[in-house]
């Protein structure tokens, strides 16, 4: 599956941003579908994943700042992020979870984000 996130950019602490991911396969045999963010020289962690059933899973830092959301129909997976601050500033990835969860895998080359203080 070829993934291509986008909708990151420059946003100032406190602003929001919706990030997408569009898949060249169809996700609706993808079990769970996730997002993910890493910066240079640190591992690549979760940000919130989402279930075929529908059920939403958030990172600690995430929960309550962040909405994700998948259409099964359109191969997307959308992240809104609201009130942002400097420390989400990462490069952000979508993936199938268990690609992430396995350790190896495609990534696509994700969407920088950046909040400036």
């Known amino acids: 599956v070829q993934l291509q996130a986008s909708g990151g950019g420059l946003v100032q602490t406190g602003g929001s941003l919706t990030l997408t991911c569009t898949t060249s396969?169809?996700?609706?045999?993808?079990?769970?579908m996730g997002w993910y963010r890493q910066n240079p020289g640190e591992e690549r962690l979760l940000v919130a994943a989402?279930?075929?059933?529908?059920?939403?899973n958030y990172a600690a830092s995430a929960k309550g700042r962040s909405t994700i959301t998948r259409d099964n129909r359109r191969n997307t997976v959308l992240l809104q992020m609201n009130n942002l601050r400097p420390e989400d500033t990462a490069v952000y990835y979508c993936?199938?979870?268990?690609?992430?969860?396995?350790?190896?895998?495609?990534w696509g080359p994700g969407t920088l984000v950046t909040v400036s203080s």
């Open positions: 989402m279930g075929l059933t529908g059920s939403p």
């Open positions: 993936n199938d979870d268990y690609v992430w969860r396995l350790g190896r895998g495609y």
């Open positions: 396969e169809s996700i609706s045999k993808i079990n769970v």
